[in-house]
């Protein structure tokens, strides 16, 4: 009653209209279906309201409701997500450039460390990649086969080796022989797995890596957040990469990026070694949004 005498006041410009929680919480309950369709977890399309109504809240309601909020939304996204600089700041830093990649199981570790390697490499720089994947053969052959193929150095760890040992040899290796970046693939692991765990701390402590990046399933859906929780709180993380982004939209990286507040490296785009593409804020943030 006092709502719609409120409107039909402001609608007469005789008071101004001025935004409140239960307003922003209106238009949230319309566009909730939208954004979760879009794959934005249900805690991040939470967050989002509490953040939308702390800016909104008691300012001047000018413009259609579902605009407004869409508007502040895109600008809390550019606001919080960082631009990758890493590249930038790792060239300033003494080789060798250690980088450490974790993920889950399957997620596309071993296969965008090469399509990285290749990257550097083809800027002329040299690269040696690492297998610390010591429990399964499998692991180790996969990523030689992937390095032979893209001509790429290869440091193999032995079978039921210690992957911190292997990760450590493969750094003193790189450092006599001119290496200029080394990038350590790891055993996928649940977070589940406390023994993995301990083994991957093992490996962040002996080897001191200048960034750990940690790999996305693209398709991951809501369970993004639990692998960025689970290791961030592991090891902590500072840059993601986001694969599989062919087989899906760019829900995943933009909430991951959002929610670490950690840049995304690249994006892998498909099975190929040149099947790598850079994460585009505005394009993802466009992709959300767009219903
Ligand atoms: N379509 C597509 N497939 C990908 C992409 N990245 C990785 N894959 C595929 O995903 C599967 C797993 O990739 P891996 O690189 O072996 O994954 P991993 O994380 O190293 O796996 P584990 O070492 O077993 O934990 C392979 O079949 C890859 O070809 C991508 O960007 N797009
Ligand atoms: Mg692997």
Partial sequence: MLGRLVDELAS??????????????????????????????????????????????????????????????????????????????????????????????????????????????????????????????????QLEGYCRKAGIPIFKGQRGSDPAAVAYDAVSMARSKGYRYVLIDTAGRNYLDRNLVEELRKIVRVVNPDLKVLVIDGLAGSDVLNQCDSFNEAVGIDALVVTKIDGSGLSVPLVASFYTERPVLFLGTGQGFDDIKQFDVKEAIDFILSS
């Fill in 12 to 141: 007469r410009g005789i008071i101004k209209k001025r935004w409140t929680k239960r307003s922003v919480r209106e238009v949230f309950d319309s566009l909730e279906l939208e954004l979760a369709s879009q794959g934005l977890p249900l805690p991040i399309i939470d967050k989002l309201r509490d953040m939308v109504s702390e800016r909104l809240d008691g300012k001047e309601s000018k413009g259609k409701p579902k605009d407004v909020v869409t508007a502040v939304i895109k600008d809390i996204f550019l606001k919080i997500i960082p631009t990758d600089q890493t590249l930038r700041r790792l060239e300033g830093l003494e080789p060798p450039i250690k980088i450490v990649f974790l993920g889950f199981n399957g997620v596309g570790k071993s296969l965008s460390i090469v399509k990285f390697a290749k990257l550097i490499q083809d800027e002329g720089k040299r690269v040696l990649v690492v297998s610390a994947d010591t429990y399964r053969a499998a692991a180790g052959d």
